[in-house]
Structure formats: structure tokens, C-alpha cells
């Protein structure tokens, strides 16, 4: 029976898996991303004609798109299974506009999570495409794509080629170039603790100085300034400390909402050091499918691009069933705990939650990788302990006076665990008092100072960046991921230690768009901006006003800086360093996202150097060291130089290009293929992935991912062996690489 229906989605993952569902009577395509867009070479936006956007079929979708028309033309219906956002949306749009030709049939359904039955239930609620989600989505392109083909031209002329601005990646640049600004501005302050170090029935405890004459001490406005301040108080402190007051209260702790987006990709930073882009690659792996033993191909998440904290029922109803059956009683909470998501959310999609409880990342991490393993763990962790009881804490505060000077100590012992008892790694740090009563005397068996300076705010990590956009409202779940990959591309900002600094280029940009656009470049424009997008999707504000508000504040200022904006010579700038080839003075060059020296005479002198600036600006040439190798060029008898390339390092003639001798290094390593005697070579992927081959390729095909060893297998008299690496061990290992004989140096 030939199939009747046809289902398109994004992901060829996903329409394997739901293909498994749905049978024979389904055709399952993938349209794998936008089959239409905006042209790559042009603005495409007709401003004049109400921002009529120039949609083209995006390159390599060809051929797709025809076979699409061909099938539409077979089969009876057509559903649009994009993903559930507006970005899907638009897709959708796209695809129906392109079939309705040949099939009015045509329906929209949404999936927001891959199981058989939420696959079919979706089919059997089709409905039709969402125009408000499509305008919204659209207005935001138009916008992004008039801010970008205006304003890169106007940087090229005014800093340098390859530079680009957006809407939200130069909001997200300020962001950290602010940051930059207050920690140069800063003013570091020096102020002391005092701590008093008590003991009573065998436990130790520690005071600090809390008043002074009533007056609170801390390092702002009130502080022990220096030395010779904290000394007086020393000196002025009698050997007679009182309890003067005690304080205890019961703290109870909920456990936190299942995930959002923003709040998974902050999660995976701080745990597992993941970037944002990685968390969500990851996430779309366990959102489209995996093939569990029992259950088949299965997606293990709901739909991952959510700024929503709600449970469905269903969903809700299974987890507290599960708790029942698996924990004691004594870990369900007593009634369901609904949490609330923020104002001005799209609240379209559920939480990130498991799509079935009863997977628990125990049960089948054979099917997962190690980092598949490790978000699917805190996906189903945080979700598990939404609905388990909460932790009690007793926390005692003890004031402890010395004449004018009072002291306190803190101290929190956990009641009843609760949810931290299921919670993965959870910590809780207990500080045990001992039982005192007020007017009780005590004796300081140690009183001491500390010198201390007020800190400058941290940099940025890819978490705290996150956080500051998803509190500030700028951008969406579906953009966090792209906009910190844009200016870590785009060379605006670099990592160091794991924390976002700007470059030198990130900071001109910034302060020039900053200067001439600042009613555009800026946190409060872009978050009332995605708020408006929000209310064109739920038909509250018409996309065309929006766009042309925009467009005619944005005119104004391009104009202007096109007349006012300076020139600056970042990027074509003369230094002090002389060429030492011909003595000519070397200029910074950039050639797209490359920063060099080049010398100033170039095309009569090609000399090119590396180089690294400080914080200053001060320029210091990065010279290259010379790696000599022991064999002599079998050309010319010079010495060969061990040169790095793109696929791996290899040898070159030190009077290269005089002689143009290239060889390839050898491991000392026979090829193992018979008849073969060609040596192994090191060589390097495409995609920069380490592997092993003959030095006679193309003539001997040998290859290899693991590392060869010239030995005999004692077992199946393989002719060589291999190092493999064992992650969860940390070890190398010497195996058999035929797969047959699982031969292991270490058993023999």
C-alpha cells in the first residue's frame, strides 16, 4: 500500500523516529531548517512597499522542494510538523505557501514532545497555520536584517572590513563592555573583620563583629578602615563576652521549577562547563529521539526552547505516582506544587521535563553518550524533585556582647532533608551551634583581625550573560544559544578563565554604535522591542506600525552618523615595530576575523607576523619557534622543519620555496597491510579529528581512529595493535583492533 499522507518536519532525526510511529501510510520528510529566506546577497526588504519582504529558496533546497511538490501531488493530506515556535512557525508558512499549489489539504501540527502517542494525538488536533506567530516571527527578520545590511557597511567605512552589528548581539557586546568599564573604574577598599573563636561542649564556633555602638559594620558604609583601627578594637575588647540575645527560626527550602531554557543552559555552564550552543545540540538529540531497549526510538524530553515552568496534568498525575511507588512516603509532597512562570512569557510550550518518568537516566544510559547522559540526569533530577517535599532548616542566631562591640554568630542544621535527599550531588552545608542561653558568659579563646579588600563585579560567564538577558528581556530561548556564539565568532569578545572580556574591537564597536545609536543600541529599547513581538504574536499590535516606528527613528540616526561618525584607524593603524625583512614600518591588518601584522611595503614585501596586545594597547610580535627534525631534506641535504597544517603536522624543506620538499611524519611504524611498506602517518580531519594512515595514500588505503603499536596479537596473530582511550577509567589502553578477538595487553 503506497501512502496517503505526508508529514514534514525539520530534523531527518526526528522524521526517523516519528516514521517509526506513523508506518506505511505516511511519507515523513525533513525540510531540515528554512526551505525559504531572506537572499543572502541583498537586504531582500522592500522598505518603501511596507517592508515587503524578498523571499528565496534558500541553496541546496532545490531539489528538496521539487520532490516535496511531488509527493504533495501523491498523497491526500499534507501535515506541517515544524518545530512548535515561531521560528517553526515561519517555516511552516513557507512550506504551506510553496504546496498549497498542488494540495489545498494542507494542516499544522504541533509536537511538543516525540512519543507515539503525542505523535498521533497532535495529527488528530491538526489545525491550521498561526499568521500571528508568522507576522511576529517575520518582524523580528525584517528588523535584524535592516539593522545588519545597514549598519555593517557604515562600520566597514568607518573602522573596518568584516565588522557587523545586530539588534541584540551589539545589546549583548554593551553588556560586557559595561561590565569592562565598571571593573576599570573601580576602586578597591581596605576594611577588616574581626572574628572571636568560642568553644563549649566541644564545639567550635566563631563571632564576627557585627555593631559597633549600634552601628552596623560592613565594608560600605560603616567599615573597619584599616590596621591600626582594628587593633584599637582589639585592644579595646574585655576578656568578658555576654550572649545577649538568641534568635531561632524554621527556614523551609522548596525544591526549583523544572527547567526553562535560559535556566537549563545556565545549569549545564555551571555543572558541566557546556556552552550554550552545546546544551542545546544535546537537547534536540534527546527531544528528537533515541533508541531505547523495550521502548524503541523515543524522545526523552519535551520540546527544549520554553520559557514556561509548567507541568501538564498528565504529566503532573504520573510524577506524583512514580514517587509513591519508588521513594518512601515521606518524600511526595502533600499536594501538588504548581509553580508560576514570569510576566510577559509566551507560555506556548510546557517546562523541559522527561516525557516519561519511568526512564530514569539509570535505566537507560546505555543508550545515551556520557554528555547525553549527564543533561538527561538533571533534566530528570530537577523535574523528580518538583513535586517532593520541601527541606527544613532550624537556623540559630546567636548575639554576643563585649561592652560597645557585639558579635554574632549562625548556625543551620537540617530538620528533615526533604527533595535534597534525591537531589543529585545536592550539598547542605551544616553549622552546628551549641545549646546556649542568654546572659551565659563566654570566654574567646582566640580574637583576631583580617585584612580584606571590596571586590570589582565579576565578569560575565556564558551563565551569568544568559541570565542578565533572560532578566533584562532581551532576545527569547530560541536566541540565547545564537546571540553568544555571534559576538565569540565575530571576535567582539573573548573568553579568558571561562569569563567574557571585550576585545579591542568589541570595545570601538560598542562605543561608536553606543554614541550614534543609542536609542536603538540599548537594554530597554530591545526588551520593549520583544515585548512588542510578543503582542504581535497574540494580535494586540499591528507588525507593520512596529516596523515603521523603527524605521524611522533608525533612519535618523543613520543618517547622522553617516556624516558625524569618525574614521578610526583600529584596524589600518601604523606601529612602531619596523619589518625585519625590509626595514619598512609594519601596519595591524585584519582579514575577517584575523588580526595581524603586515608590513607596509606589501605586495613588494609579504612579511606577516603574529602578534598580542595588552590591555594597554601595547603590541608585541608573537614569533614563531622553529622545530628542526632529525632528517635531512632528501632533496637538498638541509635540515627539514616540522611545520604545522590544516589536516595535521608534516615536514618542509627549511629553504622552502626554494625547495618546495614536503614529507609526512612517520611514527616509525611499518603499515601493518601486507605488501605494504609505507610507514604510519599522523594526519588530521577535515573537521580536525585525529586519526592514522599510510604514508603511501592513495595507493594503500590503511586508516586507523586509534594510535597503531608495531606488535603481533597474541591471540588472533592480528599484525598490530592500538592505544585506545577509556573516558570513564582516564586510561590508554593496548588492544587487539579486530573486533572478533578482544584481546587486552593488560590480561595477557
Known sequence: MSATKLLIVESPSKAKTIKKYLGSSYYVKASVGHIKDLPANRMGIKIDQNFEPIYATVKGKTELLKELKKLAKEVDTIYIGTDPDREGEAIAYHLYNSLEKVNKNIYRVLFNEITKKSVKTAISNATTIDMQKVNAQQTRRILDRIVGYKLSPLLWKKIGKGLSAGRVQSVATKIIVDREDEISKFQSVEYWNIKAHFKKDDINFIGTLFQIDDKKVDSKNFRIEDKSAADTILKALSKKYIVSKIEEKQRKQEPLPPFTTSKLQQEANTKFGFSAKKTMLIAQKLYEGVDVVGYGTTGLITYMRTDSVR????????????????????????????????????????????????????????????????????????????????????????????????????????????????????KTEVITLPPLKEKESLKAEKVESEQKFT?????????????????????????????????????????????????????????????????????????????????????????????????????????????????????????????????????????????????????????????????????????KEIIYSETPCPACGKRMVITKGPYGNYLKCEDYPDCKTVQPITLNINCPKDGCDGKIVERRSKKGRLFYSCSNYPKCDFISWYKPVNEECPKCKSNYLVEKYYKKTDSVKIVCPQKDCGFLKSDS
Not at 345 to 362: K, W, Y
Request: glycine content about 4%.
Open 311 to 426: 507541568i501538564s496534568d498528565d504529566a503532573m498525575k504520573s510524577l506524583r505516582e512514580y514517587i509513591e511507588s519508588n521513594y518512601t512516603l515521606q518524600a511526595l509532597s502533600l499536594s501538588e506544587r504548581v509553580y508560576k512562570s514570569k510576566k510577559n512569557i509566551q507560555d506556548a510550550h510546557e517546562a523541559i521535563r522527561p516525557t516519561n518518568i519511568e526512564l530514569s537516566p539509570d535505566t537507560i544510559q546505555n543508550a545515551l553518550s556520557d554528555d547525553e547522559l549527564k543533561l538527561y540526569r538533571l533534566i530528570w533530577g530537577r523535574f523528580l524533585t518538583t513535586q517532593m517535599k520541601e527541606a527544613v532548616f532550624n537556623k540559630t542566631v546567636i548575639d554576643i556582647k563585649n561592652g560597645v562591640y557585639l558579635f554574632r554568630a549562625s548556625g543551620e542544621v537540617v530538620v528533615e532533608k526533604g527533595y535534597l535527599e534525591y537531589e543529585a550531588k545536592s
Open 455 to 623: 571586590q570589582p563585579p565579576a565578569r560575565y560567564t556564558e551563565a551569568s550573560l544568559i541570565k542578565k538577558l533572560e532578566d533584562e528581556g532581551i532576545g527569547r530561548p530560541s536566541t540565547y544559544a545564537t546571540v553568544v556564539s555571534t559576538i565569540l565568532d565575530r571576535d567582539y569578545v573573548v573568553k579568558e578563565d571561562g569569563k567574557f572580556k571585550p576585545s579591542e574591537i568589541g570595545v570601538v564597536v560598542t562605543k561608536q554604535l553606543e554614541s550614534y545609536f543609542n536609542s536603538i543600541i540599548n537594554i530597554d529599547f530591545t526588551s520593549k522591542l520583544e515585548n512588542e513581538l510578543d503582542q504581535i504574536e497574540a494580535g494586540e499590535v499591528d507588525y507593520l506600525k512596529t516596523l515603521q516606528n523603527f524605521y524611522d527613528s533608525f533612519s535618523i540616526s543613520l543618517e547622522s552618523a553617516e556624516k558625524e561618525m569618525p574614521k578610526t584607524k583600529l584596524l589600518n593603524q601604523e606601529t612602531d615595530i619596523k619589518c625585519d625583512k625590509c626595514g619598512s614600518i609594519m601596519m595591524l591588518k585584519q582579514v575577517k576575523k584575523q588580526r595581524f601584522l603586515a608590513c607596509s611595503s606589501y605586495p613588494d614585501c609579504k612579511n606577516i607576523k603574529n602578534f598580542k596586545q595588552d590591555s594597554e594597547g601595547k603590541i608585541t610580535i608573537i614569533e
